[in-house]
Every structure is written in structure tokens, then in C-alpha cells.
């Protein structure tokens, strides 16, 4: 599969077989998006939760490529209110789609849909997809159970917030990889605005330092898993 990272919480998935999966898709409000949400079709949105910087343009893409939108009970009923199709899901429970496997866990923070109403939970990912687990932890502080969720998932690719303020911080982050112990961790939610400024330089040297490994990706760039 291909994993290309456009800033921010934003990724792009294409399967082997070709299917396109968008991640908090926030393109057009996003100063250090390389995309703008026109150029960007799906097959699947997940979404972390409501916040503008992760809902982002999901609603526009889902309406123009009819898609299907994933994301916790309260975000997926806002969603399905817009005339888009949703599959409703919330902490700890996975189901199977055609392209693979997704579970929500917790995540440390909050969520809102746009009109200020639905309040849910935020969520991280953990999406199965073809022989890989990646962990899309959406915005979080620091918690122990990520622990847990290391010891029953072999986690090979880790997507980790470390711009602070909003999220954990660099120091924060390096304990969540120790706990989640990944192949591999990128680090994400960063350099966005100037309140969440972080050298994710530091960050994999840090990281690096606890052996684990650390790909910081540009803003644009595609990598092959
Ligand atoms: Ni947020
Ligand atoms: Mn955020």
C-alpha cells in the first residue's frame, strides 16, 4: 500500500488493490496542506473526531466522491445529517470493511461537530490493512493504556502527535512509543500553526534514543508500506 502524509493529522491510504482511504482530510483550511480538498478523492474518510483541523473537508469529498465516512457514534450521526453515508462506531469496537479492519480506542482530549451540538468522544484508529496495523492516535495527551493497546497489537506503523498545547508534546510522545512500542513512528500535529511549533528532528532523536525507529515525513511525501 501507499501512505502519503499532507500535514497536520492528514494521510492517505491506497491499497494494493486500489482503494482510496482519507484520514482527518484538512486541506483547505490548512496553511502547510500541499492538496487542496478538490484535488482529493476517496473511497473511505476516517476521522479522529469533530474538530475543525480534522473533520476538515470531509464532508465536501464525501459528497463528491460518495463516500463512506467512519467515526465514533455522535461525529458519524452530525455527518449522516449532512446527506452523507456513515458508519457509526465508538471506543473499543472494531468492525471489517472491504478494505480491512478498524477499531476506535480512547483518546485524552475532547470533540465537537461544527454547530457546537454533538458532543462525543475523540478517538484514535487502529486500522488493519492488508498484513499492517497502523495506529492513527487523532489529537491525545499521554495515557497508560496505550500500554495495553501495544501488548495486544503488533503495531508496525505509530502516527503520533507531538506539537504540543493541543496534544502531547515531544517529551510525552517519546512515553507513548515506548508504550505502544512500534516498528516504526511518524510524527504528526505539528508546525500547523504557531502554537504547536516542535522539530520533529528532536523528536526522532529522542525517540530514537528509546529504539524506536522514526520516519518524519515532509508534507507531501508518499511513502511504499
Ligand atoms: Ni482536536
Ligand atoms: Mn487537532
Excluded at 86 to 112: C, P, R, W, Y
Aim: aromatic letters at 8%; glycine letters at 8%.
Amino acid at each position: 500500500m501507499k501512505l502519503r502524509y499532507f500535514s497536520h493529522s492528514a494521510f492517505q491510504i491506497i491499497t494494493d488493490s486500489g482503494q482510496r482511504i482519507l484520514i482527518d482530510p484538512f486541506f483547505d483550511g490548512n496553511p502547510t496542506s500541499p492538496v487542496k480538498s478538490s484535488d482529493m478523492d476517496a473511497d473511505f474518510i476516517l476521522l479522529t473526531h469533530g474538530h475543525g483541523d480534522h473533520l476538515g473537508d470531509a464532508l465536501d469529498i464525501a459528497k463528491r466522491c460518495n463516500c463512506l465516512c467512519i467515526c465514533e457514534n455522535e461525529l458519524a450521526n452530525y455527518i449522516s445529517s449532512k446527506g452523507v453515508a456513515v458508519h457509526n462506531m465508538h471506543i473499543g469496537g472494531a468492525h471489517e470493511f472491504d478494505f480491512g479492519k478498524i477499531k476506535l480506542t480512547q483518546a485524552l482530549h475532547s470533540s465537537v461537530t461544527p454547530d457546537n451540538e454533538c458532543h462525543g468522544s475523540a478517538t484514535g484508529i487502529l486500522i488493519h490493512v492488508e498484513d499492517k496495523i497502523i495506529y492513527h492516535m487523532g489529537d491525545t495527551g499521554l495515557f497508560s493504556d496505550l500500554k495495553l493497546i501495544g501488548e495486544m497489537n503488533r503495531v508496525d506503523l505509530l502516527l503520533a502527535p507531538i506539537g504540543d498545547n493541543f496534544t502531547m508534546g515531544i517529551e510525552d510522545a517519546v512515553k507513548a512509543c515506548e508504550f505502544v512500542n512500534p516498528d516504526i513512528v511518524i510524527p504528526i500535529h505539528y508546525n500547523t500553526f504557531p502554537v504547536i511549533q516542535a522539530d520533529p528532528l528532536n523528536f526522532k532523536q529522542k525517540v530514537e534514543n528509546q529504539g524506536i525507529s522514526c520516519q518524519v515525513l515532509d508534507f507531501g511525501q508518499q511513502i511504499t508500506l
